[in-house]
């Protein structure tokens, strides 16, 4: 469990999220969630100011780290607090986080993490669903980096 900052100018517009007294914030960041291709996951997720905290139970590390990416990834969010259990077999080894630059491609974000340009791929299916275009990623998103 960790609280995860996010750079909160960035991401994607929700309307009315972050509006002090929306009663509807909840539901509203599970659409989006299912929205992104994560499909209807246990968790649960409370607004306070610029702060969500996700709660609830996923079956895999990976699984947790979209979430909260997808979370995050919100125009007005500036952290996420990990509330979230895993219900399967636990990862050795939790992947990293990077927060695009402006210029930056998969290509550089590979280069620089695998020193290795060509693996951009990998980041690219490790951000599956949220990423549907290896060529559309915005400064200040954060990504997953596997392994």
Aim: aromatic share 4%; no cysteine.
């Amino acid at each position: 469990m960790s609280l995860l900052s996010f750079v909160k100018e960035a991401g994607e517009k929700l309307l009315d999220l972050l509006t002090p007294g929306n009663a509807n914030a909840s539901e509203q960041l599970k659409e989006h969630i299912s929205k992104v291709g994560l499909g209807n996951p246990n968790v649960q997720a409370t607004v306070d100011g610029d702060k969500v905290t996700v709660t609830g139970e996923v079956g895999s590390q990976e699984e947790k780290e979209k979430i909260l990416l997808a979370v995050g990834n919100i125009a007005g969010v500036g952290s996420v607090d990990d509330q979230i259990t895993v219900t399967g077999a636990p990862t050795l080894v939790a992947a990293k986080f990077v927060v695009v630059e402006k210029g930056d491609t998969l290509s550089a974000i590979s280069l620089r993490v695998y020193g290795n340009a060509n693996l951009y791929n990998k980041i690219f299916e490790a951000n599956k669903p949220m990423l549907k275009d290896v060529n559309k990623i915005y400064p200040g998103q954060s990504l997953r980096i596997p392994e």
